[in-house]
């Protein structure tokens, strides 16, 4: 059997009684055992697997299958899934079996896709390298001495080399779309609140969004479709009805289209990614759009604002992650404070502690007005210029990524350079849009460029047409 690399395939075969269900999943199976010096996966559901895709069969002999029967699907390991196993990639969370399933899985499941096991990712989605996790670095699978990108390494990198169809992960500042890029793959992150966040355990609330990995924009449409919609388990999810994205079409009309030049001036953009991304605004012009150029004068603000914020939330939300409740308990304790403190300090990564301390140092009394107050205020004129741009073009266009994947081991003597990876990325998140990564083409060094397109809130169905209008 030949590598599947789109839904439509493998719904064609499955009509055509040339495969079935338990043959793809048994593939996919071989595939991750012959690929495990790749690091994806953290567990597969081998025999769980198996038996969905017999279910599936019988379904689809009885013609009452789902939209997604056939469909492999991988999730990262920080998305809840009853009587499994789930640990954001930390030792806090070290043999923690999930009490419920998150609202995204459900609904996969609803439509008979077949969940073939949990993904590698960084530590809490705290990282753009998969480098931080207890499971050890996810290698890209198109040269294995590079990082897969993160926090969603894993999954792109299952999907990039054929070990499920599609993956899903969670983006918070880029976690989706960077991968994406350096593996070569499409990924797509939703509006902030057009899908649920019930299940995912969470980095920082106000940004994390649940979103598709694909091989290309027609199964990411379609699983946006699945998993998007209200949710009586999740309060800040839209209610807005949720539209036909698979059946999304380009118009074939011009269309306004913006990029930032700060972006393509920046000293930091690899100039042959810059050559690239301007040849594909010549070819755009070339078709009839209107390509322009626009100031956004916030763009180094961007990275500071977006950690203040993303720290000081996580600092929040890792706190119930305390060595008492459940997850990972010290054995060097003799009271309470000790049972904190060493659980803690032993449990979480060096990352993960450091954004925590950051995020508790902006919120502490005498810096919370200098800092996150601040950082609050800096959001909403990001949020409104954005805004803006979006009033005069339909899209803006930019590199996904800097540069293309870095060594695996690439040590910063400064932490926070690390934290520019998401300098293209985490523009989509601080203002809610939906952004997406598509592959644009080959660096001269072989490895795969992404070009990132950003739209209104919830214009999806154009996001997405477009997007599939231009791979």
């Known amino acids: 059997m030949t590598t599947f690399r789109s839904f439509k395939k493998v719904q064609e ?5 040339s495969t079935n269900c338990v043959e793809i999943t048994n593939f996919y199976l071989n595939e991750i055992t012959k690929n495990q010096h790749l690091n ?5 559901y081998t025999d769980e697997a198996l038996a969905q895709a017999k279910l599936v069969d019988e379904k689809l002999s009885n013609g009452k299958a789902g939209k997604l029967a056939g469909m492999v699907i991988g999730i990262k390991d920080n998305l809840c899934y009853k009587k499994h196993k789930v640990s954001a990639s930390s030792k806090i969370l070290d043999s923690f079996e999930s009490l419920f399933t998150a609202t995204v899985i459900d609904r996969l499941l609803a439509e008979d896709a077949i969940i073939i096991g949990r993904l590698n990712c960084d530590e809490f989605a705290m990282g753009s390298a998969n480098e931080n996790t207890i499971y050890g670095t996810v290698k890209n699978p198109i040269d294995n001495s590079k990082v897969a990108g993160g926090s969603s390494g894993g999954s792109a990198t299952a999907v990039a080399a054929g070990l499920c169809l599609a993956a899903l992960g969670s983006d918070t500042g880029g976690s989706i ?6 593996c070569g ?9 057009r899908v649920s966040r019930y299940g995912l355990i969470a980095y920082a609330s106000s940004f994390d969004q649940i979103g598709p990995l694909t091989n290309n924009v027609e199964d990411a449409a379609l699983l946006l479709e699945i998993i998007a919609g209200a949710d009586n388990f999740d309060s800040t999810v839209s209610s807005k009805s949720v539209e036909e994205y698979s059946k999304a079409k380009f118009d074939n009309k011009p269309k306004r289209i913006a990029y930032i030049k700060e972006c393509l001036e920046s000293k930091g953009l690899d100039a042959e990614i810059k050559q690239v991304i301007e040849d594909k605004i010549l070819k755009l012009k070339s078709e009839g759009h209107i390509v322009e150029p626009v100031s956004f004068p916030y763009l180094d603000y961007l990275v500071p604002t977006y950690y203040v914020i993303t720290t000081a939330e996580a600092s929040s939300n890792l706190a119930r992650f305390d060595g008492v409740h459940f997850g990972y308990r010290s054995k060097n304790i003799t009271d309470l404070e000790s049972t904190y403190i060493n659980s803690r300090t032993e449990g979480f990564g060096e990352e993960v502690k450091r954004r925590i301390m950051l995020g508790t140092f902006v919120l502490s009394a005498g810096y919370h007005d200098a800092y996150f107050t601040k950082a609050q205020k800096i959001r909403r004129l990001i949020q409104d210029k954005t805004n803006e741009m979006f009033k005069d073009y339909d899209f803006v266009i930019s590199p996904t990524t800097p540069h293309t994947p870095f060594e ?4 910063h003597t400064d932490p926070t350079v690390m934290y520019l990876e998401d300098i293209f990325t985490v523009q989509a998140n601080l203002a809610g849009n939906p952004a997406i990564s ?3 083409g080959k660096h001269s060094n072989g490895l795969p460029i992404g070009l990132h397109l950003m739209a209104d809130h919830f214009k999806e169905v154009d996001l997405l047409a477009f997007s599939n209008h231009l791979s």
């Open 185 to 193: 793959i499409v990924g797509l992150k939703p509006t902030y609140a």
């Open 40 to 44: 994806a996966f953290v567990e597969v």
């Open 438 to 440: 598509i592959p644009l």
């Open 177 to 182: 779309r960077q991968p994406a890029a350096f």
């Open 408 to 411: 695996i081991g690439t040590k």
């Open 13 to 17: 075969a499955l009509l055509t009684h």
